[in-house]
Protein backbone atom coordinates (compact mmCIF):
# COMPACT_ATOMS: atom_id res chain seq x y z
CA UNK A 1 0.00 0.00 0.00
CA UNK A 2 3.01 2.11 0.69
CA UNK A 3 3.85 1.99 -3.26
CA UNK A 4 0.66 3.98 -3.31
CA UNK A 5 1.36 6.81 -1.09
CA UNK A 6 1.94 10.68 -3.03
CA UNK A 7 0.69 9.02 -6.27
CA UNK A 8 -2.79 8.51 -5.29
CA UNK A 9 -2.72 11.95 -3.52
CA UNK A 10 -1.63 14.09 -6.34
CA UNK A 11 -3.51 11.75 -9.08
CA UNK A 12 -6.95 13.74 -9.83
CA UNK A 13 -7.57 11.92 -13.24
CA UNK A 14 -7.99 8.31 -11.83
CA UNK A 15 -11.64 7.80 -11.21
CA UNK A 16 -12.07 3.99 -10.27
CA UNK A 17 -9.65 2.22 -8.21
CA UNK A 18 -9.93 -1.72 -7.93
CA UNK A 19 -8.32 -3.71 -5.42
CA UNK A 20 -10.37 -6.32 -5.67
CA UNK A 21 -8.70 -10.12 -4.46
CA UNK A 22 -5.86 -9.19 -2.95
CA UNK A 23 -4.87 -10.28 0.62
CA UNK A 24 -4.79 -6.51 2.30
CA UNK A 25 -5.97 -6.83 5.37
CA UNK A 26 -6.97 -4.16 8.11
CA UNK A 27 -3.89 -2.62 8.06
CA UNK A 28 -3.21 -2.50 4.77
CA UNK A 29 -6.62 -0.44 4.35
CA UNK A 30 -5.68 1.92 7.10
CA UNK A 31 -2.77 2.62 5.30
CA UNK A 32 -4.81 2.98 1.86
CA UNK A 33 -7.65 5.35 3.57
CA UNK A 34 -4.43 7.47 4.99
CA UNK A 35 -3.21 8.12 1.58
CA UNK A 36 -7.04 8.41 0.40
CA UNK A 37 -8.12 11.10 2.32
CA UNK A 38 -7.02 13.81 0.44
CA UNK A 39 -8.12 12.35 -2.78
CA UNK A 40 -10.61 14.13 -5.09
CA UNK A 41 -10.37 12.28 -8.14
CA UNK A 42 -11.48 8.69 -7.25
CA UNK A 43 -15.17 7.95 -7.62
CA UNK A 44 -15.85 4.62 -7.22
CA UNK A 45 -12.93 2.45 -4.61
CA UNK A 46 -13.35 -1.87 -4.59
CA UNK A 47 -12.32 -3.56 -2.42
CA UNK A 48 -13.85 -7.11 -2.45
CA UNK A 49 -12.18 -10.51 -1.38
CA UNK A 50 -8.82 -8.13 0.45
CA UNK A 51 -9.65 -9.82 4.65
CA UNK A 52 -10.89 -6.61 5.82
CA UNK A 53 -12.63 -7.02 8.74
CA UNK A 54 -14.07 -4.66 11.21
CA UNK A 55 -10.87 -2.55 11.74
CA UNK A 56 -10.47 -1.88 8.51
CA UNK A 57 -14.11 -1.08 8.33
CA UNK A 58 -13.45 1.14 11.03
CA UNK A 59 -10.62 3.06 8.49
CA UNK A 60 -13.46 3.20 6.01
CA UNK A 61 -15.82 4.87 7.85
CA UNK A 62 -13.45 7.30 8.82
CA UNK A 63 -12.49 7.92 5.58
CA UNK A 64 -16.10 8.21 4.02
CA UNK A 65 -16.57 10.96 7.02
CA UNK A 66 -13.82 13.52 5.68
CA UNK A 67 -13.66 12.37 1.58
CA UNK A 68 -16.51 13.53 -0.66
CA UNK A 69 -15.69 12.22 -3.80
CA UNK A 70 -16.37 8.54 -3.22
CA UNK A 71 -20.25 7.45 -5.23
CA UNK A 72 -19.67 3.80 -5.06
CA UNK A 73 -17.95 1.84 -2.45
CA UNK A 74 -17.91 -1.88 -2.75
CA UNK A 75 -16.66 -4.06 0.46
CA UNK A 76 -18.29 -7.51 -0.96
CA UNK A 77 -17.41 -11.11 0.29
CA UNK A 78 -14.89 -9.70 3.33
CA UNK A 79 -15.35 -10.63 7.27
CA UNK A 80 -17.01 -7.02 8.08
CA UNK A 81 -19.33 -8.03 11.34
CA UNK A 82 -21.50 -5.98 13.60
CA UNK A 83 -19.22 -3.78 15.42
CA UNK A 84 -17.65 -2.58 11.26
CA UNK A 85 -21.47 -2.23 10.11
CA UNK A 86 -21.74 -0.02 13.44
CA UNK A 87 -18.48 2.39 12.02
CA UNK A 88 -19.87 2.09 8.36
CA UNK A 89 -23.49 3.57 9.75
CA UNK A 90 -21.74 6.55 11.27
CA UNK A 91 -20.05 7.59 8.73
CA UNK A 92 -23.31 7.28 6.55
CA UNK A 93 -24.73 9.67 8.73
CA UNK A 94 -22.25 12.47 7.97
CA UNK A 95 -21.49 11.48 4.13
CA UNK A 96 -22.85 13.33 1.87
CA UNK A 97 -21.98 11.79 -1.83
CA UNK A 98 -22.01 7.75 -1.47
CA UNK A 99 -24.87 6.91 -4.39
CA UNK A 100 -23.51 2.96 -4.04
CA UNK A 101 -23.11 0.83 -1.37
CA UNK A 102 -22.27 -2.96 -1.61
CA UNK A 103 -21.96 -5.09 1.63
CA UNK A 104 -22.76 -8.55 0.22
CA UNK A 105 -21.43 -11.87 1.49
CA UNK A 106 -20.16 -10.27 5.16
CA UNK A 107 -21.47 -10.95 8.77
CA UNK A 108 -23.56 -8.69 9.31
CA UNK A 109 -26.80 -10.90 10.89
CA UNK A 110 -29.33 -8.71 12.42
CA UNK A 111 -27.20 -6.58 14.43
CA UNK A 112 -25.38 -4.83 11.89
CA UNK A 113 -28.44 -4.49 10.15
CA UNK A 114 -30.50 -2.71 13.14
CA UNK A 115 -26.84 -0.13 13.45
CA UNK A 116 -26.67 0.11 9.73
CA UNK A 117 -30.11 1.04 9.45
CA UNK A 118 -29.42 4.52 12.19
CA UNK A 119 -26.89 5.08 9.12
CA UNK A 120 -29.42 5.43 7.04
CA UNK A 121 -31.61 7.24 8.87
CA UNK A 122 -29.62 10.02 8.72
CA UNK A 123 -28.55 9.52 4.69
CA UNK A 124 -29.78 10.84 1.86
CA UNK A 125 -27.57 10.54 -1.17
CA UNK A 126 -27.75 6.88 -1.36
CA UNK A 127 -29.16 5.04 -4.36
CA UNK A 128 -28.16 1.50 -4.15
CA UNK A 129 -28.03 -0.70 -1.38
CA UNK A 130 -26.55 -4.26 -2.00
CA UNK A 131 -26.49 -6.47 1.34
CA UNK A 132 -26.74 -9.85 -0.60
CA UNK A 133 -25.64 -12.71 2.14
CA UNK A 134 -25.24 -11.34 5.43
CA UNK A 135 -28.27 -13.43 7.40
CA UNK A 136 -30.15 -10.09 8.04
CA UNK A 137 -33.23 -12.71 9.03
CA UNK A 138 -36.34 -10.77 9.52
CA UNK A 139 -35.83 -8.75 12.05
CA UNK A 140 -33.14 -6.87 10.31
CA UNK A 141 -35.09 -6.55 7.39
CA UNK A 142 -38.04 -4.66 9.67
CA UNK A 143 -35.20 -2.11 10.88
CA UNK A 144 -33.80 -1.65 7.24
CA UNK A 145 -37.05 -0.40 5.89
CA UNK A 146 -38.22 1.43 8.60
CA UNK A 147 -34.84 3.64 7.90
CA UNK A 148 -35.50 3.85 4.14
CA UNK A 149 -38.87 4.67 4.84
CA UNK A 150 -38.05 7.53 7.14
CA UNK A 151 -37.02 9.45 4.23
CA UNK A 152 -40.02 11.27 3.40
CA UNK A 153 -39.20 13.19 -0.17
CA UNK A 154 -42.67 14.09 -0.91
CA UNK A 155 -45.90 14.92 0.50
CA UNK A 156 -48.92 15.10 -1.35
CA UNK A 157 -52.50 15.02 -0.23
CA UNK A 158 -51.54 13.36 3.10
CA UNK A 159 -49.93 10.50 1.66
CA UNK A 160 -45.74 10.23 2.03
CA UNK A 161 -43.96 8.64 -0.65
CA UNK A 162 -40.50 7.57 0.16
CA UNK A 163 -37.01 8.49 -0.90
CA UNK A 164 -34.48 8.15 -4.04
CA UNK A 165 -33.30 4.63 -3.31
CA UNK A 166 -33.69 2.61 -6.87
CA UNK A 167 -32.15 -0.70 -5.81
CA UNK A 168 -32.13 -2.81 -2.86
CA UNK A 169 -30.43 -6.27 -2.74
CA UNK A 170 -32.10 -8.47 0.22
CA UNK A 171 -30.98 -11.89 -1.11
CA UNK A 172 -29.74 -14.81 0.63
CA UNK A 173 -30.93 -13.26 3.69
CA UNK A 174 -33.01 -15.58 5.51
CA UNK A 175 -35.99 -13.64 4.73
CA UNK A 176 -39.36 -15.38 5.19
CA UNK A 177 -42.88 -14.05 4.58
CA UNK A 178 -42.48 -12.07 7.25
CA UNK A 179 -39.75 -10.38 6.25
CA UNK A 180 -41.50 -9.98 2.76
CA UNK A 181 -44.03 -7.75 4.49
CA UNK A 182 -41.94 -4.98 5.16
CA UNK A 183 -40.42 -4.96 1.60
CA UNK A 184 -43.95 -5.41 0.09
CA UNK A 185 -44.79 -2.10 2.43
CA UNK A 186 -41.79 -0.28 0.83
CA UNK A 187 -42.45 -1.61 -2.30
CA UNK A 188 -45.89 -0.16 -2.62
CA UNK A 189 -44.75 3.58 -1.30
CA UNK A 190 -41.84 4.31 -3.56
CA UNK A 191 -41.70 6.02 -6.34
CA UNK A 192 -37.98 5.59 -7.52
CA UNK A 193 -37.51 1.72 -6.85
CA UNK A 194 -36.26 -0.36 -9.85
CA UNK A 195 -34.51 -3.10 -8.69
CA UNK A 196 -35.22 -5.51 -6.03
CA UNK A 197 -33.85 -8.57 -5.31
CA UNK A 198 -34.97 -11.06 -2.91
CA UNK A 199 -33.04 -14.40 -4.61
CA UNK A 200 -32.62 -17.40 -1.93
CA UNK A 201 -34.40 -16.58 0.81
CA UNK A 202 -37.75 -18.41 2.16
CA UNK A 203 -40.65 -16.46 1.38
CA UNK A 204 -42.83 -18.93 0.16
CA UNK A 205 -46.51 -18.54 -1.19
CA UNK A 206 -47.50 -16.10 1.62
CA UNK A 207 -44.67 -13.60 0.98
CA UNK A 208 -45.22 -13.82 -2.78
CA UNK A 209 -48.99 -12.93 -2.09
CA UNK A 210 -47.49 -9.96 -0.21
CA UNK A 211 -44.99 -8.77 -3.15
CA UNK A 212 -47.53 -9.31 -5.56
CA UNK A 213 -50.08 -6.87 -3.69
CA UNK A 214 -47.52 -4.34 -4.00
CA UNK A 215 -46.90 -4.77 -7.71
CA UNK A 216 -49.98 -3.60 -8.51
CA UNK A 217 -49.42 -0.21 -6.48
CA UNK A 218 -45.66 0.22 -7.42
CA UNK A 219 -45.37 1.40 -11.20
CA UNK A 220 -41.35 1.74 -10.92
CA UNK A 221 -40.01 -1.56 -10.31
CA UNK A 222 -38.51 -2.89 -13.59
CA UNK A 223 -36.31 -6.11 -12.20
CA UNK A 224 -37.39 -8.66 -9.72
CA UNK A 225 -35.99 -11.27 -8.41
CA UNK A 226 -37.67 -13.90 -6.50
CA UNK A 227 -35.42 -16.83 -7.33
CA UNK A 228 -34.89 -19.81 -4.51
CA UNK A 229 -37.99 -18.79 -2.26
CA UNK A 230 -40.07 -21.29 -2.05
CA UNK A 231 -42.73 -20.38 -4.39
CA UNK A 232 -45.44 -22.85 -5.69
CA UNK A 233 -48.27 -22.27 -7.82
CA UNK A 234 -50.50 -20.37 -5.22
CA UNK A 235 -47.69 -17.76 -5.40
CA UNK A 236 -46.70 -17.51 -8.56
CA UNK A 237 -50.56 -17.24 -9.44
CA UNK A 238 -50.37 -14.25 -7.53
CA UNK A 239 -47.39 -12.98 -9.45
CA UNK A 240 -49.20 -13.35 -12.45
CA UNK A 241 -51.79 -11.61 -11.38
CA UNK A 242 -49.98 -8.95 -10.16
CA UNK A 243 -48.62 -8.56 -14.40
CA UNK A 244 -52.13 -7.97 -15.52
CA UNK A 245 -52.12 -4.74 -14.95
CA UNK A 246 -48.73 -4.13 -14.84
CA UNK A 247 -46.52 -2.48 -17.96
CA UNK A 248 -43.68 -1.96 -16.16
CA UNK A 249 -41.26 -5.15 -15.16
CA UNK A 250 -39.56 -6.07 -17.73
CA UNK A 251 -37.38 -8.75 -15.44
CA UNK A 252 -38.81 -11.66 -13.98
CA UNK A 253 -36.58 -13.88 -12.16
CA UNK A 254 -38.38 -16.75 -10.63
CA UNK A 255 -36.03 -19.20 -10.66
CA UNK A 256 -35.52 -22.43 -8.42
CA UNK A 257 -38.81 -22.33 -7.09
CA UNK A 258 -40.99 -25.72 -7.51
CA UNK A 259 -43.95 -23.93 -8.95
CA UNK A 260 -44.37 -26.67 -11.07
CA UNK A 261 -46.91 -27.06 -14.06
CA UNK A 262 -49.81 -25.16 -12.35
CA UNK A 263 -47.58 -22.00 -11.95
CA UNK A 264 -46.49 -22.62 -15.35
CA UNK A 265 -50.43 -22.24 -16.64
CA UNK A 266 -51.20 -19.29 -14.79
CA UNK A 267 -47.88 -17.25 -15.18
CA UNK A 268 -48.66 -18.27 -19.26
CA UNK A 269 -52.45 -17.67 -19.41
CA UNK A 270 -51.48 -13.81 -17.77
CA UNK A 271 -48.58 -13.27 -20.11
CA UNK A 272 -50.03 -14.53 -23.46
CA UNK A 273 -52.07 -10.96 -23.79
CA UNK A 274 -50.80 -8.73 -20.45
CA UNK A 275 -47.77 -7.32 -19.29
CA UNK A 276 -44.37 -6.12 -20.25
CA UNK A 277 -41.95 -9.22 -19.09
CA UNK A 278 -39.11 -8.68 -21.92
CA UNK A 279 -37.01 -11.30 -19.78
CA UNK A 280 -38.26 -14.55 -17.74
CA UNK A 281 -36.40 -17.11 -16.11
CA UNK A 282 -37.91 -19.86 -15.23
CA UNK A 283 -35.09 -22.47 -14.33
CA UNK A 284 -35.56 -25.26 -12.08
CA UNK A 285 -39.24 -24.69 -11.44
CA UNK A 286 -40.13 -28.43 -11.85
CA UNK A 287 -42.79 -27.51 -14.99
CA UNK A 288 -42.23 -30.98 -16.87
CA UNK A 289 -43.58 -31.33 -20.13
CA UNK A 290 -47.29 -30.05 -19.28
CA UNK A 291 -45.71 -26.94 -18.45
CA UNK A 292 -43.76 -26.62 -21.53
CA UNK A 293 -46.93 -26.99 -23.15
CA UNK A 294 -48.38 -23.60 -21.10
CA UNK A 295 -45.34 -22.06 -22.04
CA UNK A 296 -45.28 -22.72 -25.85
CA UNK A 297 -49.04 -21.95 -26.43
CA UNK A 298 -48.25 -18.44 -24.31
CA UNK A 299 -45.36 -17.84 -27.09
CA UNK A 300 -47.64 -18.12 -30.27
CA UNK A 301 -49.46 -15.05 -28.90
CA UNK A 302 -46.75 -13.03 -26.52
CA UNK A 303 -44.70 -9.94 -28.15
CA UNK A 304 -42.53 -9.26 -25.69
CA UNK A 305 -40.49 -12.18 -24.11
CA UNK A 306 -36.93 -11.90 -25.94
CA UNK A 307 -34.85 -13.71 -23.20
CA UNK A 308 -36.66 -16.95 -22.19
CA UNK A 309 -34.78 -19.63 -19.53
CA UNK A 310 -36.50 -22.92 -18.79
CA UNK A 311 -33.37 -24.49 -18.19
CA UNK A 312 -33.32 -27.86 -16.06
CA UNK A 313 -37.16 -28.61 -16.02
CA UNK A 314 -37.49 -32.05 -17.15
CA UNK A 315 -39.00 -31.27 -20.18
CA UNK A 316 -37.68 -34.23 -22.26
CA UNK A 317 -39.01 -34.83 -26.04
CA UNK A 318 -42.27 -34.12 -25.66
CA UNK A 319 -41.84 -30.43 -24.43
CA UNK A 320 -39.09 -29.40 -26.86
CA UNK A 321 -41.81 -30.31 -28.97
CA UNK A 322 -44.31 -28.72 -27.86
CA UNK A 323 -41.73 -25.29 -28.32
CA UNK A 324 -40.95 -26.32 -31.58
CA UNK A 325 -44.42 -25.99 -32.32
CA UNK A 326 -44.40 -23.02 -31.09
CA UNK A 327 -40.92 -22.06 -33.06
CA UNK A 328 -42.48 -22.41 -36.13
CA UNK A 329 -44.89 -19.63 -35.43
CA UNK A 330 -43.89 -16.18 -36.31
CA UNK A 331 -42.62 -14.66 -33.14
CA UNK A 332 -40.92 -11.05 -33.51
CA UNK A 333 -39.21 -10.95 -30.14
CA UNK A 334 -37.86 -14.42 -28.96
CA UNK A 335 -33.92 -14.08 -29.39
CA UNK A 336 -32.84 -16.41 -26.70
CA UNK A 337 -34.23 -19.90 -25.40
CA UNK A 338 -32.46 -21.86 -22.69
CA UNK A 339 -33.21 -25.43 -23.00
CA UNK A 340 -30.38 -27.05 -21.13
CA UNK A 341 -30.42 -29.89 -18.45
CA UNK A 342 -33.65 -30.65 -19.85
CA UNK A 343 -32.91 -34.59 -20.60
CA UNK A 344 -34.06 -33.69 -24.40
CA UNK A 345 -32.81 -36.44 -26.75
CA UNK A 346 -32.53 -36.52 -30.58
CA UNK A 347 -36.33 -36.69 -30.59
CA UNK A 348 -36.64 -33.26 -29.23
CA UNK A 349 -33.70 -31.83 -31.14
CA UNK A 350 -35.35 -33.39 -34.63
CA UNK A 351 -38.28 -31.11 -33.59
CA UNK A 352 -36.73 -27.96 -33.12
CA UNK A 353 -34.42 -28.34 -35.63
CA UNK A 354 -37.16 -28.81 -38.25
CA UNK A 355 -39.11 -25.79 -36.69
CA UNK A 356 -36.04 -23.45 -37.37
CA UNK A 357 -35.93 -24.66 -40.60
CA UNK A 358 -39.68 -23.71 -41.30
CA UNK A 359 -39.69 -20.14 -40.20
CA UNK A 360 -37.67 -18.01 -42.38
CA UNK A 361 -38.04 -15.58 -40.08
CA UNK A 362 -37.12 -16.88 -37.16
CA UNK A 363 -35.87 -14.44 -34.62
CA UNK A 364 -33.94 -16.51 -31.88
CA UNK A 365 -30.19 -15.99 -32.03
CA UNK A 366 -29.31 -18.01 -29.25
CA UNK A 367 -30.42 -21.61 -28.30
CA UNK A 368 -29.04 -23.37 -25.59
CA UNK A 369 -28.85 -27.27 -25.67
CA UNK A 370 -25.88 -28.04 -23.52
CA UNK A 371 -26.22 -30.80 -21.28
CA UNK A 372 -29.21 -32.66 -22.79
CA UNK A 373 -28.91 -36.29 -24.08
CA UNK A 374 -28.15 -35.58 -27.76
CA UNK A 375 -25.99 -37.55 -29.51
CA UNK A 376 -24.10 -36.88 -33.20
CA UNK A 377 -27.52 -37.31 -35.30
CA UNK A 378 -29.47 -34.47 -32.95
CA UNK A 379 -26.01 -32.28 -32.99
CA UNK A 380 -25.89 -32.80 -36.58
CA UNK A 381 -29.82 -31.81 -37.29
CA UNK A 382 -29.58 -28.75 -35.14
CA UNK A 383 -25.97 -27.54 -37.30
CA UNK A 384 -27.83 -28.67 -40.42
CA UNK A 385 -30.93 -26.25 -39.35
CA UNK A 386 -28.74 -23.66 -38.23
CA UNK A 387 -26.69 -23.35 -41.71
CA UNK A 388 -30.46 -23.81 -43.50
CA UNK A 389 -31.65 -20.63 -41.65
CA UNK A 390 -28.36 -18.78 -42.48
CA UNK A 391 -28.49 -19.61 -46.16
CA UNK A 392 -31.98 -18.16 -46.13
CA UNK A 393 -31.92 -15.22 -44.41
CA UNK A 394 -28.46 -14.64 -43.82
CA UNK A 395 -29.33 -14.71 -39.84
CA UNK A 396 -26.96 -16.72 -37.61
CA UNK A 397 -28.33 -18.59 -34.98
CA UNK A 398 -25.95 -20.37 -31.99
CA UNK A 399 -26.75 -23.22 -31.02
CA UNK A 400 -24.83 -24.71 -27.89
CA UNK A 401 -24.50 -28.28 -27.22
Request: proline share 1%; charged share 20%; net charge negative.
Amino acid sequence: MEAFNGVLEANMVLKTLDLSGNPIGDEGIKCLCDILVNNTGIQKLQLNSVDLGDEGAKAIAELLKKNSSLRALELNNNMIDYSGFTSLAGALIENKTIRNFHLNGNYGGALGANALAKGLEGNKSLRELHLHGNSIGDEGIRSLISSLSSHKAVHLTNMFFLGKITLLDFGNNSITAKGAFHVAEYIKRSKNLLWVNLYMNDIGDEGAEKIADALKENQTVTTIDLGGNNIRGKGVGAIAEALKDNTVITNLELGYNPIGADGAKALSEVLKFHGNVKTLKLGWCQIGPKGAEFVADMLRYNNTISILDLRANGLRDEGAACLARSLKVVNETLTSLDLGFNEIRDDGAFAIAQALKANEDVTVTSLNLASNFLTKFGQSALTDARDHVYEMSEREVNIFF
